[in-house]
Nanobody, 122 residues
Framework: QVQLVESGGGLVQAGGSLRLSCAAA?????????MGWYRQAPEKQRELVSS???????NYADSVNGRFTISRDNAKNTVYLQMNSLKSEDTAVYYC???????????????WGQGTQVTVSS
C-alpha cells in the first residue's frame, strides 16, 4: 500500500501563508492519477480543497479559489499546496490523498495521509 507523508501545517495569523507538501512513498505511481487535499474542521464535513491530476488539470473549492495554488513534482511523487491570504475559516486538519488507477484494470485505488493541522488566528 502507498503511504503518504504530509508536512507544512502550523499556526499562522490571518493573511499569512503556508505551504503544504505531500510525498507518496512509492517506487512508481501509475497514470492516470490525482493528488490533493481534503480538510475537516470540528463538527463539519470533510471537504475537497484542491486536486491536481497526472495530466496537470487542477480544481479548487470555491472558498479557496484565487488564494490557494496546487502543483506537483512527478519526479519526487510530491504535491504542494501553496496557501495564501489565509482566513480563520481555513482552520482544519488537512488530509492528503492519492487516487491512482490500478495498472491494467478499470479499478482505482485511494490512499490517505495522516493529516496536518492548519490553524489560522484572527
Amino acid at each position: 500500500q502507498v503511504q503518504l507523508v504530509e508536512s507544512g501545517g502550523g499556526l499562522v495569523q490571518a493573511g499569512g501563508s503556508l505551504r503544504l507538501s505531500c510525498a507518496a512513498a512509492s517506487v512508481i505511481i501509475f497514470s492516470p492519477n490525482a493528488m490533493g487535499w481534503y480538510r475537516q474542521a470540528p463538527e463539519k464535513q470533510r471537504e475537497l480543497v484542491s486536486s491536481i491530476t497526472s495530466a496537470g488539470s487542477t480544481n479548487y473549492a470555491d472558498s479557496v479559489n484565487g488564494r490557494f495554488t496546487i502543483s506537483r513534482d512527478n519526479a519526487k511523487n510530491t504535491v504542494y499546496l501553496q496557501m495564501n491570504s489565509l482566513k480563520s475559516e481555513d482552520t482544519a486538519v488537512y488530509y492528503c490523498y492519492l487516487k491512482v488507477k490500478r495498472h491494467a484494470t478499470v479499478f482505482w485505488d485511494e490512499y490517505w495521509g495522516q493529516g496536518t493541522q492548519v490553524t489560522v488566528s484572527s
